[in-house]
């Protein structure tokens, strides 16, 4: 996101919370979640949206991203 680029990792993560609060299964939000974690060094914080991510549809495109980045840093 913009605001994560910029620098802004609390107004990234507000961004995010909100969408994941109106649409609670939209994969992408937990998925760019977890990588805004991940980018942070917050490794246990991605891990559980990449999970979450997987978990609603293992066989959409991000939830084969998501399967890829648990790989990477371990499940």
């Known amino acids: 996101s913009i605001a994560w680029k910029t620098g802004r ?18 994969q992408n939000a937990y998925y760019h979640m977890g990588r805004l974690f991940l980018k942070a060094g917050k490794k246990s914080q991605a891990r559980t949206y990449f999970k979450k991510c997987r978990g609603l549809a293992s066989y959409s495109k991000y939830g084969k991203l998501a399967a890829i980045e648990l790989g990477r840093i371990g499940k």
């Open 9 to 26: 990792f609390n107004d990234a993560l507000a961004y995010l919370s909100e969408a994941i609060k109106k649409e609670p299964k939209k």
